[in-house]
């Protein structure tokens, strides 16, 4: 069955680097677009990155653009978020999600259980 | 951008009543709507994609309506499973945006 289970999460002080991963399976992993959406505490969920079934196309929030890298491995069926200068505004659950077959536009269809970021001095 | 609202912010309701909650959008988007389900510590769930289909293994007390602007998740019947924080998303561009959430409590 699809699995999405992410890691990485922690406590790091603004301004440093954390890098998420999430690990896929029971499904082609080159296929589909994956994405990455966040929750901060007490509050909705916020889109942060896509990246295309070929690897070939990202897209970010305007909130992380910049400071957020989406990437994926094929080899290892692996989506990371490489994130640098951390703000506080950036703690949250990070969930990683996967699109339609082929299409970065369409819903999420499987998502994980989520990480915790907190960035905090 | 596309900015999603949600209505009402909070419901209050007990098992068996029949929920309705909005989703307007700030501009067209055709059909292209999802809602999702999301419970404290749990994976979200998608439950409807463009607007009104059911995603497999969603039972069928919930559905959904609407197009262009404003949207509809009706619930037609809450079990006690059902109570939990709703999320419509846009996904007809690329800046995919969700409402701000609807809390579904017990009454």
């Known amino acids: 069955q699809v699995q999405l289970v992410e890691s990485g999460g922690g406590v790091v002080q603004p301004g440093r680097s954390l890098r998420l991963s999430c690990a896929a399976s029971?499904?082609?992993?080159?296929?589909?677009?994956l994405h990455w959406v966040r929750q901060a505490p007490g509050t909705g969920l916020e889109w942060v990155a896509t990246?295309?079934?070929?690897?070939?196309?990202?897209y970010y929030a305007d909130s992380v653009k910049g400071r957020v890298t989406i990437s994926g491995d094929k080899s290892k069926s692996t989506l990371s978020l490489q994130m640098n200068s951390l703000r506080v505004e950036d703690t949250a659950v990070y969930y990683c999600?996967?699109?339609?077959?082929?299409?970065?536009?369409?819903?999420?269809?499987?998502w994980g259980q989520g990480t915790l970021v907190t960035v905090s001095s | 951008d596309i900015q999603m609202t949600q209505s009402p912010s909070t419901l209050s309701a007990s098992v068996g009543d029949r929920v309705t909650i909005t989703c307007r959008a700030s501009q067209s988007i055709s059909t292209w709507l999802a809602w999702y389900q999301l419970k404290p510590g749990k994976a979200p769930k998608l439950l409807i994609y463009k607007a009104s289909t059911l995603e497999s293994g969603v039972p069928s007390r919930f559905s959904g309506s609407g197009s262009g602007t404003e949207f509809t998740l009706t619930i037609s019947s809450l079990q006690p499973d059902d109570f939990a924080t709703y999320y419509c998303q846009q996904y007809d561009t690329y800046l995919f945006t969700f409402g701000p959430g609807t809390k579904v409590d017990i009454k």
């Open positions: 999600a996967r699109g339609p077959p082929l299409n970065p536009l369409g819903p999420f269809d499987y």
């Open positions: 029971g499904f082609a992993f080159s296929l589909y677009p």
């Open positions: 990246i295309s079934d070929d690897g070939s196309k990202q």
